[in-house]
């Protein structure tokens, strides 16, 4: 063959067995083990509706996006898996109990828990039962992953680690009182805040505690978000409040001295930006180094679940029906959609695409305008 054709033939054979790229993925609900709750996913400036599907009931969980599939749960009991790009039905997995908290993927791996504490372990490709295992109390949380490791929460206190394989107990760890956010990962640890007003960081390998509890100054249900070396989280009681992980004590604490706050959703964090959502209705990005506030965003309602970060933006459904997109630099807001009903979910963010949730059970996924 000669030089030159051997040179076009070796191209063409690159381009065309090259992977075609997707994106980015949103397999959790925070998207990562870390919970950042952001993406560098970039999403185009104009968006519009591509297709939207509705659920048996009311979904509060964020939908995931993983490659060609959509995943989300509804409070009835059902596990919905979606063609991402056209909304299509791939399969249902139907339980006899509620759930209170949405799905987790890792892998080929879906792991939900309801409100009995059964733990469901999917062939998220297929739909089919992989284990199901029985924990103490109430899943109020969805799951993480370490290695071969599930971890997940529950309304007793007990925060534990199941083998990915068989859902066999690997450990388990006892608070004081209800644990309802996601365990986030940080390295070889695991961290979560509880009711019992505590931040608990633990080890991933024996599930023994790796200092003291740190005092939060208040119950919290929020999941930690964590960031290089700090993790952030608000509380019920109107703090923010950041932990270093390095000395295992409070960074910095954000009090709105104007007015008392009230937090029941986690922190989205990005670059030296932490965006919290109030019960007040008050959006705030807070300077990651400092702890100080350096802009707000008033909304006309509260927000329906946490905010989430892509690229450099926000995205927050409001119980207004309105789906919000503000600068993460100075919050100003950029673009909105409203429907007619509460956004319940967090946005899930991957692939171009951007899923959300309403009251009403309906999935809406916005894309690039055509």
């Known amino acids: 063959m000669p030089k030159t054709l051997k040179i076009i033939f070796i191209a063409a054979f690159v381009v065309y067995s090259t992977p075609q790229v997707h994106g980015f993925d949103w397999p959790l609900p925070r998207c990562n083990p870390e919970a950042t709750g952001s993406t560098l996913e970039l999403l185009p400036d104009e968006l519009e509706i591509a297709w939207e599907f509705k659920a048996k009931t009311q979904i509060d969980s964020s939908p995931l996006i993983v490659g060609e599939y959509t995943y989300f749960a509804d409070i009835s009991g059902v596990v919905y898996c979606l063609a991402t790009d056209s909304g299509a039905k791939k399969w249902e997995y139907s339980t006899k109990n509620g759930f209170a908290s949405g799905p987790a993927i890792d892998n080929d791996l879906l792991v939900i828990g309801d409100i009995a504490g059964e733990v469901y372990a999917i062939d998220a490709i297929t739909g089919n039962t992989r284990w199901t295992q029985k924990i103490d109390g109430e899943v109020a949380a969805s799951a993480s992953f370490f290695k071969d490791r599930v971890l997940i929460v529950s309304q007793s206190g007990f925060l534990c680690a199941l083998f990915r394989h068989d859902g066999s107990l690997a450990w388990k760890y006892e608070t004081n009182d209800q644990l309802q956010s996601m365990p986030s990962i940080s390295m070889d640890k695991t961290l979560v805040g509880g009711c019992d007003g505590n931040f608990h960081i633990v080890s991933l390998l024996d599930g023994l505690k790796t200092s003291a509890p740190i005092p939060l100054g208040g119950p919290t249900g929020s999941t930690p978000a964590v960031i290089k070396n700090l993790a952030v989280l608000p509380i019920m009681d109107g703090a923010v409040v950041a932990i270093d992980l390095r000395s295992h004590s409070e960074a910095w604490r954000y009090v709105d001295a104007t007015q008392k706050q009230e937090y029941r ?106």
Request: charged fraction near 30%; hydrophobic fraction near 40%; charge should be positive.
């Open 265 to 370: 959703t986690s922190a989205a964090v990005k670059d030296q930006v932490a965006v919290v959502v109030s019960q007040n209705k008050n959006v705030d990005g807070i300077d990651l180094r400092t702890g100080k506030r350096i802009w707000r965003y008033s909304m006309r309602k509260r927000a329906g679940a946490s905010p989430v970060i892509a690229g450099d933006d926000i995205w927050i459904g409001s119980t207004d029906g309105r789906l919000l997109r503000l600068s993460l630099k100075t919050g100003v807001e950029k673009w909105q959609f409203e429907i007619r009903g509460r956004f319940t979910s967090s946005p899930g963010i991957g692939n171009g695409r951007l899923m959300i949730a309403d009251d009403k059970g309906v999935v809406r996924c916005f894309a690039m305008k055509r």
